[in-house]
């Protein structure tokens, strides 16, 4: 008896240990076979270059490829539908970024919840704008510009790379907290947009760090920069903020999994990811495009994807903004 019970015991103990033992298995092992990151932009935009940076820092780091797949449409919705509903195993990521903290208001009849369906990794970098005008308009600051409008409504047009884009969002705030007046024009990609408003034919916009060259060469003027504090890109370009309290725009890049994805296996792409953006040379590079790095831990990019989606909702229903 006492024999039987020693066994059992011991078999007890080893089931309880069980769990643990193969977690860190896990963990040790992870990955074993090629990883795909999902980017809901074409190939070459911003997002795309960014996931194929920490795609090769992982392929090295981890020993497995880490294969860039882009899935454009319906305002990335396609590739994070695709992620959500994907094995949670760690080998299907999402490089998410902005549009998923707006469509959650934007769009009814998702068929996911991205909160509830995603188990946020690691933050990456954040996206700043800049509020640009053609140089025809005689404000040349963000004060000058809303005594302007202010005494002009309904007359100056705002531009913006298509409704419910981070852009438009950015005028949408700065229409509800200063009270001006503006038309939305929207359009189907940044470059027409820019185009347009370098013509005279739209006077203002949000703008991506892109438009910094058309504003080093004259063809644009900044007004502000969209971030809490001032580029270093622009270091003469004052924040919004500095105006406007309280204002704050700037996208975001990060990379995420499907819910119920291992813990250990979250911990150890956070790890790697953090370790990257302390590379000087993959932080050089993303400098060049204008980025600042956002590195953190999972808890604090979920806590991030829940206030931008908080935020961006009210925006969208104070304006009553609908999906093309």
């Known amino acids: 008896m006492k024999?039987?019970?020693?066994?059992?015991?011991?078999?007890?103990a080893g089931a309880a240990v069980l769990p643990a033992v193969s977690r860190f298995a896990n963990a040790q092992t992870y990955p074993t076979r090629p990883v795909r990151i999902i980017v809901g932009f074409p190939a070459g935009q911003s997002a795309d270059i960014t996931a194929r940076l920490i795609g090769q820092w992982l392929?090295?780091?981890?020993?497995?490829?880490?294969?860039?797949?882009?899935?454009p449409g319906a305002g990335t919705n396609i590739a994070t539908e695709a992620v959500t509903h994907a094995t949670p195993d760690g080998y299907t990521l999402l490089c998410a970024g902005a549009p998923v903290v707006i469509n959650a208001a934007l769009y009814h009849g998702l068929k996911f919840n991205f909160i509830q369906d995603i188990a946020p990794i690691a933050s990456i970098v954040r996206v700043p704008f800049v509020m640009v005008v053609n140089p025809s308009l005689p404000a040349k600051t963000v004060p000058e510009f809303i005594a302007y409008a202010k005494a002009n409504p309904?007359?100056?047009?705002?531009?913006?790379?298509?409704?419910?884009?981070?852009?438009?969002?950015?005028g949408e705030l700065f229409k509800i907290m200063t009270g001006v007046q503006m038309i939305h024009v929207p359009y189907k990609g940044t470059v027409p947009a820019v185009t347009d408003l370098i013509g005279g034919q739209v006077q203002v916009m949000f703008a991506d760090v892109s438009s910094i060259e058309y504003v080093k060469a004259g063809k644009l003027r900044a007004l502000a920069v969209t971030t809490a504090t001032r580029l270093n890109a622009l270091p003469?370009?004052?924040?919004?903020?500095?105006?406007v309290p309280g204002f704050e725009v700037s996208g975001f890049l990060g990379i995420a999994a499907p819910k119920k994805t291992p813990a250990d296996i979250v911990a150890k792409l956070n790890n790697e990811i953090n370790a990257a953006l302390t590379d000087p040379a993959l932080n050089t590079r993303l400098g060049t495009m204008g980025y600042t790095v956002f590195a953190g831990s999972p808890v604090g990019f979920s806590k991030f994807i829940a206030d931008e989606t908080d935020k961006w909702g009210k925006v969208i229903r104070a304006a009553n903004i609908k999906p093309a």
Do not use: C, D, W, Y
């Open 154 to 170: 309904g007359k100056l047009s705002m531009a913006s790379s298509g409704i419910g884009t981070l852009n438009h969002m950015a």
């Open 3 to 12: 024999l039987l019970r020693r066994q059992f015991l011991h078999l007890a």
């Open 59 to 71: 392929s090295e780091r981890l020993g497995q490829p880490f294969i860039v797949e882009n899935r």
């Open 236 to 243: 003469n370009v004052p924040a919004v903020s500095e105006s």
